[in-house]
């Protein structure tokens, strides 16, 4: 069944406080909506601007409760209150259905500062349904909206740090192992075709271009990984690409592109793919530029290319615990279509790996 309905969209100017703020209510003395049993409570909070009321957040349900505890949320104060906390804030609570529209059980309106006094008092609202107080005058509420958290914490953007004298830095490592495939072979994710380009080279000038523009001196430290270096073939987990192991930097993102194309000359395809040492390596890196000679401050992206899951898993996650207070930020990029499950457990963005302060990895496919 088809519904009439309309859309309003309205263009607001608004202002970037740079807050986040953390909100928890609780419901009591609910009216019941429910003839076989109380009532299933949500709660939905409105901005207001210019008299018009946008949605900003839906709470969960909670099922079959007339005093119900609704978990944490969090909102920015720009989408809350558009950064002003004197501005009316509106809350319904609603009682859901699922074989109807939801009933609403009452509204509040009230403002971020009235809400931070949490700190300092009791705060909670009447919770008024129009259709009731208009018909009773011994209506009082149709329950209780009690805050019990509401934090406020300045957060900063990356533009923030870059335009306060941050300096960037970004060191990238190529995976040299011999899962990859011989570079003569057409199959192998190093092969170099007639234009001098690999899936390899793609992810780097991809990625290359978007951190070279904040890259203070767009000189890049390159490694490799994996490969066995000549004379001897020996197994190295953080060669220079340059083969220069005292000053591993290339010039731009050609140069990096020119040195890991000479390396693929050199350096013969190995394994195991293990990459906690690069991780040590660029966490010493970025502890040495944490301070520029200016008294600015220096961060560090390390970005890891490779193949395939890393077979030093643990060491890598140590690695990662590690080098959380470091001013440093790991991007692991999968190039191929192996299985990077494992890559998944390292970013913190899908896991809650224990001993975690700071997620500082992140993986994508390439």
Not at 129 to 140: D, E, L, V, W
Not at 243 to 264: E, H, K, M, R, S
Not at 326 to 352: C, H, K, Q, W
Request: aromatic share 10%; proline share 4%.
């Amino acid at each position: 069944q088809w519904h009439e309905g309309r859309v309003r969209e309205a263009v607001v100017s608004t202002q970037s406080t740079g807050e986040l703020v953390t909100l928890q209510f609780e419901g009591a003395h609910l009216d019941r909506k429910d003839t076989f049993g109380k009532s299933d409570p949500y709660f939905e909070i409105f901005r207001v601007t210019g008299g018009q009321e946008a949605l900003v957040k839906r709470s969960e349900v909670v099922y079959n409760n007339l005093n119900p505890r609704w978990r944490q949320i969090e909102i920015s104060s720009t989408q809350l209150c558009n950064g002003d906390d004197t501005a009316s804030i509106i809350i319904k609570v609603w009682d859901y259905d699922t074989t109807a529209a939801p009933d609403l059980i009452g509204t509040c309106t009230t403002t971020l500062a009235q809400m931070k006094k949490i700190k300092k008092e009791i705060v909670e609202f009447d919770l008024i349904h129009p259709k009731k107080q208009a018909k009773k005058k011994s209506y009082r509420n149709s329950g209780v909206l009690k805050v019990l958290q509401c934090v406020s914490v300045k957060t900063w953007s990356f533009l923030d740090y870059v335009s306060s004298g941050l300096q960037l830095n970004c060191m990238v490592a190529f995976d040299f192992t011999a899962s990859n495939g011989h570079p003569n072979t057409p199959a192998s994710l190093h092969h170099l075709n007639a234009q001098g380009v690999n899936q390899y080279t793609m992810a780097w000038t991809a990625i290359g271009q978007v951190i070279q523009d904040y890259d203070w001196d767009k000189e890049f430290p390159a490694y490799g990984f994996g490969g066995a270096l000549p004379p001897n073939n020996q197994v190295s987990f953080e060669f220079a690409l340059n083969a220069n192991a005292q000053n591993p930097n290339c010039a731009g993102i050609q140069g990096v592109i020119q040195a890991y194309q000479t390396a693929l000359q050199n350096v013969a395809l190995s394994g195991p793919t293990n990459c906690a040492p690069i991780i040590r390596t660029a966490t010493r890196y970025a502890n040495a530029c944490a301070t520029t000679p200016h008294g600015g401050q220096g961060y560090l992206i390390l970005l890891i290319l490779t193949d395939g899951q890393f077979t030093d898993l643990q060491a890598c996650v140590q690695a990662i615990q590690q080098a959380q207070q470091s001013p440093i930020s790991i991007i692991i990029v999968g190039v191929g279509n192996a299985d990077f499950s494992n890559m998944e457990y390292l970013d913190g963005d899908r896991t809650n790996t224990a001993g975690r302060t700071r997620d500082i990895v992140q993986f994508v496919p390439f």
